[in-house]
């Protein structure tokens, strides 16, 4: 496709379900990004794959939050036992850009994530 | 690691005035920074960016200032027009990728 897709883009989960958030990045792009948004606020950084190495996962806020990207294309990112503070926007973003230099990101329409 | 601050948190202006959002940073390392624009219901876009060998950089009604002594950056909007109000963040490489500020609501104002 033309741009980052992202699946679902609206998901309702009972507190304590696992959920999986798609996200398909631009077609050649090395570098993928996810982060956070919560209502109101920044995106706030979870992690960071290189083709298919996850080289910073600093921002994944507990143990409960994984993801991979195990052919260098596609991503999930997962969230384990789910609770009311993961209620958020889910925002993956990809770069053709390697290294220190993040260049411009390409960020999808997200995935809202609500957790009743 | 980076902080960076931003403001504005909302600004109204009427259509046609200019306006203006300023953004500081902590890591006097850093040397890209980026505005983003983004509408509601979409992910954020690129609109400008400036690196730090420059002091100036602008693209039609758009036009981004760096200071580096003093760690700041703004983002300048001349003859701002409806299509412009949007949730608009600045950004800083820290280090980890892209540290965003918590943006600033623009409603132009017909």
């Known amino acids: 496709g033309a741009g980052v897709s992202q699946s679902p883009r609206y998901k309702v989960a009972k507190r304590g379900q696992d959920v999986a958030l798609r996200c398909d990045p631009i077609?050649?792009?090395?570098?993928l990004f996810w982060y956070q948004q919560a209502l109101g606020q920044g995106p706030e950084f979870l992690t960071y794959f290189q083709n298919e190495a996850q080289l910073d996962k600093s921002g994944l806020p507990s143990d409960r939050f994984f993801a991979e990207r195990p052919e260098g294309s596609v991503s999930t990112l997962k969230i384990q036992r789910t609770q009311q503070e993961d209620s958020a926007v889910y925002l993956c973003?990809?770069?053709?850009?390697?290294?220190?230099?993040?260049?411009?990101?390409?960020f999808g329409e997200g995935s809202r994530l609500t957790v009743l | 690691g980076e902080n960076v601050e931003q403001h504005p948190s909302t600004l109204s202006v009427q259509e046609g005035d200019s306006a203006v959002i300023k953004c500081t940073y902590s890591?006097?390392?850093?040397?890209?920074f980026p505005w983003y624009k983004q509408e509601l219901g979409k992910g954020p876009q690129l609109i400008i960016d400036i690196r730090s060998n420059v002091g100036e950089k602008k693209d039609q009604r758009i036009a981004v200032t760096l200071n580096k002594t003093a760690k700041h950056f703004s983002l300048h909007i001349t003859e701002t027009q409806p299509e412009d109000s949007a949730v608009y963040f600045c950004?800083?490489?820290?280090?980890?990728?892209?540290?965003f500020g918590k943006g600033t609501r623009l409603s132009v104002i017909a």
């Open positions: 973003a990809s770069s053709f850009m390697t290294g220190g230099d993040t260049g411009e990101l390409f």
């Open positions: 890591d006097s390392a850093s040397n890209y």
């Open positions: 950004a800083a490489p820290g280090n980890t990728p892209l540290v």
């Open positions: 077609s050649g792009h090395v570098s």
